[in-house]
């Protein structure tokens, strides 16, 4: 249980979670776990940058004890109120009755209805700031960054950018910096994360991010709330951020995210696959029950485009299809362009639940969807092939 110093004076003093496999209820796999980075900011007084789950609250009291006695705390300073960085709120406040929680107007409310009132509590906004004695702790409000009252600490002497759960990954690791780890794993859990939690409120990080940025600060570091620390090229999460809020950076790929009855819609989707293939472009084959829907709205983040098929059950959707396309309403993926395919037998309905999915999410359907009857014959195979090679064109 040892403290991280990240920067002079600066400790990491949260928990690792190697074991949570879902974060908001059932909504989002964590394969690679989480943290909850918490941060002690050490001056002639002493502040607490966000506190960690309820249930880890003794692990980040034994590291700052390794630093600090806990009850010299001045600040609690809370930049989210969602129960995995205020869950440890309450007890910090209670063995520190002196401290101050600070936070947004907004906060108030919240952190009142999750927790027992009667704290000293001291509201901030954009530019306010806070003096440990020659480090100064600015705050920026960021609402729908991810919630209304979310806000980001900004530490001025050394740049350093607090901003809670945005730039975060849920990656749990010994490693407390994003230079020392599996790049690969730490992009995909940063896109992962930024696609599940963050693509419906793109249009406000797009505005933060260029409000942050014509503000001109400088950043030498950023320690999000979750996972890796960015010290080598911090902006470089920041321009992605940026990119995925426009839809930009999109990689040569076609997602083709269905499920089968009997091996009809198999057989579209393999045929569309070599189309996109021999268009220059690189098909991903998800089969829904052999997929992860969290990674494939991960995959979608950076994808040109995607096909969604279903055979026909009921006149309806396979089940299984339904929470990706629940995931396609939800998290918006506006203007991703995409199209409907699938087999049926006496009756068609399940591509026009999917594209009634994809307009509820904003996508573009940019074709009629593909259908075939029973099972595709060599020339329905062919102009499968076609419809996936066209998709590739128009996508380009
Ligand atoms: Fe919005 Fe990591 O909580």
Redesign the pocket.
């Known amino acids: 249980m040892q403290p991280i110093e990240i920067m002079k004076d600066v400790y990491w003093v949260g928990a690792i979670d190697y074991n949570v496999r879902y974060f908001h209820g059932y909504s989002y796999t964590t394969h690679h776990g989480t943290t909850y980075n918490a941060y002690l900011i050490v001056g002639e007084k002493i502040a607490l940058v966000d506190a960690v789950y309820g249930p880890f609250a003794e692990e980040m009291f034994a590291r700052i004890s390794k630093i600090v006695d806990p009850t010299k705390i001045d600040y609690m300073i809370s930049n989210?109120a969602?129960m995995?960085?205020s869950g440890a709120v309450p007890d910090v406040l209670e063995r520190v009755p002196g401290a101050t929680l600070v936070c947004t107007k907004r906060a108030v409310d919240v952190l009142q209805k999750h927790y027992p009132d009667g704290w000293n509590i001291q509201t901030v906004k954009t530019g306010d700031e806070i003096d440990l004695g020659g480090k100064t702790l600015r705050f920026y409000e960021a609402p729908m960054l991810?919630?209304p009252e979310s806000m980001f600490t900004y530490y001025v002497e050394e740049e350093l950018l607090l901003p809670?759960?945005a730039f975060?990954q849920h990656y749990a690791t010994e490693q407390r910096f994003a230079d020392e780890v599996d790049q690969e794993i730490l992009w995909h859990e940063a896109e992962k994360y930024y696609a599940n939690?963050l693509w419906p409120l793109s249009r406000q990080v797009k505005r933060k991010i260029e409000e942050v940025l014509e503000l001109g600060l400088p950043i030498k570091m950023i320690a999000p709330?979750?996972g890796l620390i960015w010290r080598k090229d911090p902006l470089e999460i920041v321009k992605r951020y940026l990119g995925w809020a426009k839809g930009e950076r999109l990689q040569d790929k076609v997602l083709i995210v269905w499920d089968t009855m009997w091996q009809s819609t198999t057989k579209l989707a393999r045929a569309m696959a070599e189309g996109i293939r021999d268009a220059g472009l690189t098909p991903l084959l998800r089969l829904i029950p052999h997929s992860d829907r969290s990674d494939i709205m991960a995959e979608l983040l950076e994808a040109k485009g995607i096909l969604v098929g279903s055979s026909t059950v009921h006149n309806d959707i396979l089940p299984t299809v339904a929470p990706v396309l629940s995931d396609l309403e939800v998290l918006r993926p506006v203007g991703k362009k995409a199209a409907a395919f699938g087999s049926y037998g006496w009756g068609g309905g399940a591509v026009k639940r999917i594209e009634e999915a994809l307009t509820r999410g904003k996508m573009e359907i940019v074709m009629e969807p593909f259908t075939v009857k029973w099972v595709p014959s060599a020339e329905e195979l062919q102009r499968a092939y076609e419809y996936g090679r066209k998709f590739a064109e128009t996508v380009k």
């Open positions: 989210h969602e995995d960085h991810h919630w809670n759960d975060g939690i709330s979750h």
